[in-house]
C-alpha cells in the first residue's frame, strides 16, 4: 500500500473513531500511528475524502467524514436530520436556514449528491444560497432534499 492510501485509510479510521477538532490534533493522532504529515497535506487528504467540520456540543467542531454523516451519529459526534430550519424560493434561487455551524456541512452534502436540477450552494454560518437549474420545481428541491434530511420543511 502507498504512503498517501495508507495515510488516508488512517486519517479515515481516527476521524470515524475519534472526536478530533484541529489538524495539530490529527497530526498528533497520526504520528502516533508513524505517520508524518504536514498540514497542507492534510488539507489536500481533506479534499480528496471529503472531510468536513462539523459543530458537536462539547468540542466545538469536529471531523467528519462527508458520506455517510446523515442520520449516522458517527462516534456520537454529528446528526444533521433535523439541522434545516426552513427553505424558501426566489425564481431559480433557495435559500436554506439551518441551526447556527450547519450550513457548511450541509452544503457540502448537498453538492456532493450531484443533482442535475441544483448547480450549486454557496455557504455561510446558518444559511445555504442554492442556484437551482432553470425551470425546476421548488417542490421537487424540497422532496430530494428531505430524502437527505428527513424534518426538513419549506
Known sequence: MG????????IKRIIHDELISSQDELIRRLEAHGIKAT???????FKAINVLKT????????????????????????????????????????VITTKSGYASAISAIVDSRKSKDIL???????????????????????????????????
Open 55 to 94: 459543530p458537536h456540543p462539547e468540542k466545538g467542531y469536529v471531523y467528519v467524514l462527508g458520506d455517510g454523516i446523515v442520520g449516522d451519529n458517527m462516534a456520537g459526534s454529528v446528526n444533521l436530520d433535523d439541522a434545516i430550519i426552513n427553505i424558501k424560493f426566489s425564481g431559480n434561487i433557495g
Open 120 to 154: 450549486g450552494t454557496v455557504a455561510g454560518d446558518n444559511a445555504i444560497i442554492m442556484v437551482l437549474r432553470e425551470g425546476v420545481a421548488h417542490k421537487e428541491i424540497v422532496d430530494s432534499l428531505k430524502k437527505i434530511f428527513p424534518t426538513t420543511t419549506a
Open 39 to 45: 498540514q497542507s497535506t492534510l488539507s489536500r487528504d
Open 3 to 10: 504512503k498517501k492510501n495508507e495515510r488516508i485509510g488512517i
